[in-house]
């Protein structure tokens, strides 16, 4: 269901309802008369979906997290919030960037269109940027040949799942983040077809990808249990949606009296 095109659809209704009552109806009904019970019902509303409209299109948007590729960052269940404004402002529906205001950073934990299918939203954490030489080899990524930091923090136990993995703290620039690996898990990804697909090659360890200009390599934080750019390539710049900024609620939790996770996104 593509909400952002019902909303406009919306305030596209109400909006010519509540024109026309300001400029025509209005005048025509007696003094002191009330609107009629549908008007009421649908221009009434305008002003309200129209505010929604603006929040959601050009400010922060609400996500759901629906799977554990980003566990520990992100947890199944977790509401987030979405700052659409970070990496250009754009036309709701059709995406055209009117304004730049930005571009993403590696670490950034981001919000994009999935690339075999626009339909769907992705959340993975970015890697590798335009330019950048991303090798990913024995679960340690490499980037322009400079090796991401990481310090062994101990096991991890997924409270959702009987799963073990060795939980990492992993640095690039001045971002530190929690990832996972599974324990023993071997290291293996089958590369499937994908847009500048020449750009990546196997490796006896991995992968080496070249990013192309106007894309990002990006990858879950849940390393041996996600779908990435390791798999379906890399992410037009077109298809960003925002950065992941807060986590506001996770029912499963807050209701259990865990409240340690809710504010910003490492």
């Not at 090659?201 to 990435?228: L, Q, W």
Request: aromatic letters at 12%; hydrophobic letters at 40%; glycine letters at 8%.
């Amino acid at each position: 269901m593509n909400f952002a095109l019902i909303l406009l659809l919306l305030c596209l209704a109400t909006g010519s309802l509540w024109v026309a009552d300001r400029l025509v109806w209005r005048k025509a009904r007696p003094e002191g008369a009330h609107r009629p019970a549908w008007l009421e019902y649908t221009a009434g509303f305008f002003p309200v979906l129209f505010f929604v409209f603006v929040i959601r299109s050009f400010l922060f948007e609400p996500f759901n997290i629906p799977s554990g590729s980003m566990i520990p960052t992100l947890r199944i269940g977790d509401l987030i919030l979405v700052q659409k404004y970070t990496y250009g402002v754009r036309l709701p529906v059709v995406h055209t960037k009117l304004i730049e205001t930005g571009s993403p950073d590696r670490g950034d934990v981001a919000v994009f269109r999935y690339p075999k299918d626009e339909s769907v939203d992705y959340i993975k954490r970015i890697v590798g940027l335009p330019g950048d030489i991303v090798v990913v080899e024995a679960k340690q990524i490499t980037i322009n040949g400079e090796q991401v930091q990481r310090v062994d923090e101990g096991v991890f136990a997924d409270p959702g799942s009987i799963r073990t993995s060795r939980r990492f703290t992993e640095q690039i620039g001045e971002r530190r983040y929690e990832t996972l690996n599974d324990i023993d898990s071997p290291e293996f990804f089958q590369m499937e077809s994908f847009p500048n697909r020449e750009s990546c090659e196997r490796t006896p360890a991995g992968i080496r990808c070249k990013v192309p200009d106007g894309h990002y390599f990006a990858m879950g934080d849940n390393r041996d249990n996600s779908a990435d750019s390791r798999i379906w390539g890399f992410i037009p710049e077109r298809n960003l949606v925002g950065k992941a900024v807060v986590v506001w609620f996770n029912g499963s939790e807050v209701f259990s009296g865990q409240f340690s996770r809710l504010g910003g996104i490492r």
